[in-house]
Each structure stands twice: as structure tokens, then as C-alpha cells.
């Protein structure tokens, strides 16, 4: 099986500071730590070392990723390896970017390994598998055989077990295990250690907070849009909008209508009892009011297009894109305000 | 108050009954058997003096109840389709494959009761009428234990403990989202029966609370996890020993203003303070609107001087890093995973199907594929049941 390393000007024997301009350049088979990571490789040759200046990297990232890919596909490699860049955040980054790279593009697994607190972790967005190392060169010696175990693992296509017992940093994915604990028993253990001054939690959490935006200046002259998450389309779902875990959102025109009536639009929303909704569709969309808000002159104008989509089970990532997409179809139409309907 | 179990062997099952509109089958762990449409898992249990098993006048944790060991009355029911307003959520058991390690139901003598739907009643009444019918034959199976000798006896009483222990109790949510969604306290929906409420523990293991709750499967409080429940039999079984258990309150989930929220996430923490509690484990019923009920109750305890530990399943995507919590408070910080909802179980081809030859998203239950954990019923258990959890990966 065929691997490629990557590594920066200093480690492939370019020059230091001073040749952080490097162009990406190929090298024949093994170079600097290379070696030491080819004689722990097992059944895998490292047939070309790809290296790149930092400083070149980090001011021409796209023009350096698309040489380095070149470079890169021409090997046929089973697998890219990349660093270890230790604590340097330009080194770690550029390994980072060229593993994810050509993992998405080319489909090559990769990894890189870095100090786990080196920002390049954060730029690998769970694509690449990341093998965490000592924060300076000093760690080189340990680092070079977990690598190699894991380069060997990508190589050979098996499938990988849990990050602790194969050596790399948890990506943020959650796999279901089966504990031989009931959750009861470590709920009471979490609970009494916590009492007694030592807080764990086996779900890491951390959410985005959304500070609301200023109000309106002066909404009798703002363009006001109607936004929903609550499944409300036509009658018969002509567009097949999900119950669950929607994968994109529809636009229905508003134009000339001035209520939403029952038996014209439902919602098809799975997480929630729709009888009342369905009763009266006003009650997800509220147009009847806001058209009535209208015409007393309190609201400037209504936005002649409802956006739709279905809240429910639906990942944050692509909640973020779909809230993204209609937000960027509204700015371009000159909306002003959003009324945004929650179930 | 004192209550005591005393448990049967499963040979001493009664007779099966012949019921008008509901076929009844028996299936054993390990046979090649997929359940689908399952409302609720019951077990037979009878009380020797007389009163019910699932009583709707109270009260319940007294006295003595049987139970025989090792069976479990399963309830089916597919609803007239296009009346039923939730519709994505399949509740299927396997007895075998990959879905049977996920509950303790492939290990179990199963009756399934078949209810089929008849004409002129709708969903409501044909709800009322399976949970009615499957609650009066788990009653009627553990008769012949009153004849009988028991292979063992529990004692459940909070006796003495020192001082010095802390204080845990445990904040149990049920929910009540409207008509079949809701449990049951006493036979009441929990929207009308007063919550939070403190109960003994003893009530809750006794059939004072049962389930008419069918949202997601998986993440779904059924009748026989308040019976067997894990939570309440360990911290009774630490009591005297690391903890004092300081008792439970119930709390609803699906609260719908923002103000009932905050309003009943306040009073199930003064709840928790009124039994003297140092720390509270939260449990949660259902997902989406109720995970905010419970972190509500988690920032509004350690407000109160309450710590907690919460007990959540998550809904991550297998696919992508975003993060699996429908909501969350920073004073969250102790939480147990109940696996995640989303993971899909591999395929498996079960020989029979009992329940619905068609799953609620129109496959066919035989060859269905890969199915979510979530429609696994209580595999995502959040009351802390079983054994599942999502692991960093």
C-alpha cells in the first residue's frame, strides 16, 4: 500500500524561517521524520514526501492546496499522512486543510497529527482523523509509531474502533455503546460525585446562543416577511416537504391572499399534534393578522412569499443552511423583518 | 411507607383470554419475531388484598403486590392512518438481531395483544380502549400468584439513614402533549392530576403511574419502566449507604407557554427543596419541546441550591458533528447520555411479524432496513432503564 507525507519547509530539510515561502514540492519516498514513520509502517511505503512553506501556505492557500492535490493524485496514495506539527498553528493548519481537502475531493483517507490544543484541530471539522502529540518536537519519538498504526488502519479501508483504543481525537460524532451500567446507576454516580465537589458529564455540551437583533426602527414602513418551521404548506404536500428531518425549505407565493383557509394549507409536521393547526392554518402562518396590521398602516407591506420547511429531528448543520439560504433570498428581495413562526 | 414485591415464576402464568377484536400471541426472546405498532409493555401484576394493580383511586407502594418474573404484556395497535395527527413514530420490539441487545424484552415471555382497529371508533376511543384491556389482562395473568409461594420478597422503605449522606431525590417528567400523549397518575392524564407533585417512590413502582404517551419509541416512558424502574430501585437500594433517598416528584413535560415552563421548572424545584434535597437526578420523557422543560428544572434547581444530574437522549445526526441536544443550559454540566436517538440499527429480517405487516412510513416491516434507534422502544430510555449511551467519536 502507498502513502504520502506531508510536512512543512522546516521538517522536509528545506531551510527554516527563511524558506517558509517554499512552493509545494515533491520529493522522492521518505524525508525527515518520514523515516522514522516508514520504518514503523507496516505493509505501507511511503512513496512521495509533499512539502510546503508555511508562510506560502497560510498567503496562498488555494493556489498551494491545488498544486499539493495535483501532486497528490498523481502518487495514487491509499493513504495521506501529514505532520506531526506539534504546537505550530501555521504547520498544524496547513496539515489540516490539505488532509480534509483531500479527503473530500479525492477521497483519500488522511490524517494529521498535531498538539491537540494546535488551532489546525479545529480546521479539520471531524473529516480527517487527527493523532494528538506532545506540544514540541521532544514528542516526535512517541508520536511517530501511533501514526503509523493508524495510517496502516486508513490504508487497509477497515472499519476503525472507538478514538481512545485507536489513537486519534474524538471528531464530535456520538456512536451508541452499549455501557454495563444501567443509565440509572451512573446518573446516581455522576449525581454523588458532583456533591462532593467533582462535576462530569458524558454529554460535552456548548451551544450557539443568538443574541436577538435590534427592533425594527419603524415598522409601518418595513417590508415583513412570514418564516415558519412548522411544516405548513399547501393542501396535499405537492412538494413532498418531510414530516422529520427536512433536508431543504419551499416558498409558496402569499400574492393576493389574504388568509391562510383550512383545507387549502395544512401542516405536515410529525412532532406535533396539527389537529388545531389544520383547523385554521392562521394559527402557523398568521397572514389573517398581519394582512389586518397591513392595511391599519402598522405594518409597511407583507412579503408576497411564505418560506416553509419541517423543524423536527433536524441536525443543527442543517438547520444553519436553511436559515442561511432564506435569510440571503430575503436580504435580496429587500425584506426588512422577519416574523418567524416556532413550533 | 412500606410496600413489599413479592415475585412469581412465569410457569405460574394464567390462562390467555379470548377477546373480542385483539388476537393474542405468545413470543419468547430469541425467536425470529418483529413487533410493530407497540403501544406499551405491561407487567402482570396482582395485589393480594384486593386492589388493583393499576389503581385509579390511589393508593399505590402499600401493602404487598405479585409480579410474575420474566413476562411481559405487549400492546399493538395501528391506527386508523390518516386520522392519526403524529405519524412518524414507529414502535417496533425485536426478539432477535442487533435491535434485541437494546432492551430487556428479547429475554421475556411476551403476550402481545394485536388490538385491530373497528369501525366507527377513533383514534381516542380505540386508544382507551387497548390501554384499558392490556392494563386488565397483565392483572388477570399474575392471578394464579395469589395461590402461590413466591421465590422472593423486596422490601421497598426508606428506613434511617445517616445524616451525613446526601440528600438525592429523583425529578421524574411525564408527559402531557394531548390525547395520546399523555400519561397517566392514578388514571388521570398528568395535566390534570396537579404537577409536580411529591409521591412516595413506592407509588410509582406499584402501577400509579401508566403510559399513554406514544411519541418517539425509544424515548418513550412505558408502563412497565415505571414498574421495574432503575432508577428508583437503586436509589432506594443506596439508601443507607451513599445517599438518603429523599423521594420523587413529577413533573410535567410539554408545559406549552414559555411562562407555564418557567412556572413549573420553579415549582419542581421548590418541590426538591421541600424534601430537603441536595441533589436531584431530572428525567425525561419524550424529546424536542420537553428537553426544555427538563432544562429548565436543571438551571431552576441549581438556582435553589439543588445540584442535578440529567439523564437526556440525544438526537445527533451519525452523519455530522453538530451537537445532539434540543436544548441546553450551561447548568448542565452533569449529564447522562441515553445513547443517541438517530443512530440507525442494522437491518434485520425477522421471520414473523406481529402488530402490522406495514411500518408507519410505509416499508414493509420484513424488510425494512436499518432502523433508527429512536423507533426502538425504550432504547433511549431516559429515566436511565437501560444501557445504551453515545460515546465521543
Redesign the interface.
Given at each position: 500500500m502507498r502513502a504520502v507525507h506531508y510536512l512543512n519547509q522546516f521538517f522536509a530539510g528545506l531551510g527554516g524561517e527563511e524558506a517558509a515561502e517554499t512552493q509545494p514540492t515533491r520529493l522522492d519516498g521518505a524525508v525527515g521524520p518520514g523515516r522514522g514513520l516508514a520504518a514503523a509502517l507496516e505493509g505501507v511505503d511511503i512513496v512521495a514526501t509533499l512539502a510546503c512553506g508555511d508562510d506560502y501556505f497560510a498567503e496562498h492557500e488555494e493556489k498551494a492546496l491545488e498544486v499539493l492535490l495535483g501532486l497528490l493524485e498523481a502518487e495514487r496514495p491509499d493513504v495521506l499522512v501529514a505532520g506531526p506539527a506539534f504546537g505550530s498553528g501555521r504547520y498544524g493548519y496547513a496539515c489540516a486543510r490539505f488532509s480534509r481537502i483531500a479527503t473530500e475531493r479525492l477521497g483519500i483517507p488522511a490524517l494529521a497529527a498535531m498538539h491537540e490544543e494546535n488551532p489546525g484541530v479545529g480546521a479539520t471539522d471531524g473529516k480527517v482523523l487527527v493523532v494528538p502529540t506532545a506540544v514540541n518536537v521532544a514528542g516526535m519519538r512517541d508520536a511517530l509509531p501511533r501514526m503509523a498504526a493508524l495510517a496502516g488502519a486508513l490504508a487497509s479501508g477497515r472499519e476503525l474502533g472507538p478514538p481512545e483504543e485507536e489513537g486519534y481525537l474524538p471528531r464530535g460524532f456520538r456512536r451508541n455503546r452499549l455501557d454495563e451500567q444501567t443509565g440509572a446507576e451512573r446518573a446516581v454516580d455522576l449525581l454523588l460525585a458532583k456533591l462532593a465537589g467533582d462535576t462530569r458529564s458524558e454529554v460535552a455540551s456548548g451551544f450557539d446562543r443568538v443574541d436577538p437583533p435590534a427592533p425594527v426602527a419603524d415598522l409601518s414602513q418595513a417590508l415583513v416577511a412570514l418564516v415558519t418551521e412548522a411544516g405548513c404548506v399547501p393542501q396535499g404536500n405537492p412538494d413532498r416537504l418531510p414530516t422529520i428531518r427536512a433536508q431543504g425549505w419551499l416558498r409558496y407565493s402569499l400574492a393576493g391572499e389574504a388568509t391562510l383557509r383550512s383545507g387549502e394549507y395544512e401542516s405536515v409536521h410529525g412532532g406535533f399534534d396539527v389537529t388545531l393547526a389544520n383547523e385554521d392554518p392562521n394559527r402557523l402562518v398568521p397572514l389573517d393578522t398581519v394582512r389586518a396590521l397591513e392595511s391599519e398602516g402598522r405594518l409597511g407591506r407583507i412579503h408576497d412569499a411564505f418560506y416553509t420547511t419541517t423543524g423536527n429531528g433536524t441536525p443543527v448543520a442543517a438547520s444553519t443552511r436553511f436559515g442561511r439560504e432564506i435569510a440571503a433570498e430575503l436580504t435580496e428581495s429587500g425584506v426588512h423583518a422577519v416574523l418567524l413562526s416556532g413550533t | 411507607m412500606a410496600w413489599e414485591l413479592a415475585t412469581y415464576p412465569a410457569g405460574l402464568m394464567g390462562e390467555l383470554p379470548a377477546l373480542d377484536g385483539v388476537e393474542v400471541d405468545v413470543v419468547r426472546g430469541g425467536e425470529a419475531v418483529r413487533l410493530t405498532h407497540v403501544l406499551d409493555a405491561v407487567e402482570p401484576r396482582v395485589r393480594p388484598d384486593g386492589r388493583a394493580a393499576f389503581p385509579t383511586t390511589g393508593p399505590a407502594g402499600e401493602g404487598r403486590t405479585n409480579r410474575l418474573d420474566g413476562v411481559v404484556v405487549l400492546s399493538c395497535l395501528d391506527f386508523p392512518a390518516e386520522e392519526r395527527?403524529?405519524?412518524?413514530?414507529e414502535s417496533v420490539v425485536d426478539l432477535a438481531g442487533p435491535g434485541a441487545?437494546?432492551t430487556p424484552f428479547a429475554q421475556a415471555t411476551n403476550v402481545v395483544l394485536t388490538f385491530r382497529a373497528r369501525g366507527g371508533l377513533g383514534n381516542e376511543e380505540l386508544e382507551a380502549w387497548a390501554r384499558a384491556t392490556t392494563l386488565r389482562v397483565a392483572e388477570d395473568l399474575a392471578r394464579p400468584t395469589l395461590e402461590a409461594e413466591p421465590t422472593e420478597v423486596e422490601h421497598f422503605e426508606r428506613g434511617p439513614a445517616d445524616a451525613d449522606l446526601?440528600s438525592?431525590a429523583a425529578l421524574v417528567q411525564l408527559s402531557d402533549?394531548?390525547?395520546?400523549?399523555y400519561q397517566y397518575l392514578y388514571g388521570v392524564p398528568v395535566g390534570q392530576a396537579g404537577l409536580p407533585r411529591a409521591i412516595d417512590p413506592g407509588e410509582l413502582l406499584d402501577g400509579a403511574v401508566t403510559c399513554g404517551e406514544y411519541h418517539w419509541a425509544g424515548l418513550r416512558n412505558s408502563t412497565i419502566l415505571f414498574q421495574r424502574?432503575?432508577?428508583v430501585?437503586?436509589?432506594y437500594r443506596?439508601h443507607g449507604r451513599?445517599?438518603r433517598f429523599a423521594g420523587i416528584v413529577l413533573m410535567r413535560g410539554y408545559e406549552q407557554t414559555a411562562e407555564d415552563k418557567q412556572r413549573a421548572a420553579t415549582a419542581a424545584a421548590q418541590a426538591a427543596v421541600g424534601l430537603g434535597a441536595?441533589?436531584?437526578?431530572v428525567t425525561t420523557d419524550a424529546g424536542?419541546?420537553s428537553h426544555t422543560d427538563v432544562m429548565l428544572t436543571v438551571r431552576a434547581c441549581e438556582e435553589a441550591g439543588v445540584?442535578?444530574?440529567?439523564?437526556?437522549a440525544?438526537?445527533?445526526?451519525?452523519g455530522?458533528?453538530?451537537?445532539?441536544?434540543t436544548?441546553?443550559v450551561p447548568e448542565?454540566?452533569?449529564?447522562?447520555?441515553?445513547?443517541?436517538a438517530?443512530?440507525l440499527v442494522s437491518a434485520w429480517t425477522p421471520e414473523r411479524v406481529i402488530g402490522g405487516d406495514t411500518l408507519l412510513d410505509g416499508s414493509d416491516a420484513r424488510d425494512a432496513g436499518p432502523i433508527p434507534?429512536r423507533n426502538y422502544l425504550g432504547a433511549t430510555?431516559?429515566?436511565?432503564?437501560?444501557?445504551?449511551?453515545?460515546?465521543?467519536?
Open positions: - | 395527527p403524529l405519524h412518524e413514530q441487545d437494546l446526601p438525592v402533549l394531548g390525547p395520546l400523549y424502574n432503575a432508577l430501585r437503586t436509589l443506596e451513599r445517599l441536595d441533589g436531584a437526578i424536542g419541546n445540584r442535578t444530574t440529567t439523564i437526556v440525544e438526537m445527533a445526526d451519525p455530522s458533528t453538530s451537537p445532539g441536544l436544548d441546553w448542565a454540566d452533569s449529564i447522562v447520555s441515553a445513547g443517541n438517530e443512530e434507534a430510555n431516559q429515566m436511565g432503564q437501560h444501557w445504551l449511551r453515545a460515546v465521543a467519536w
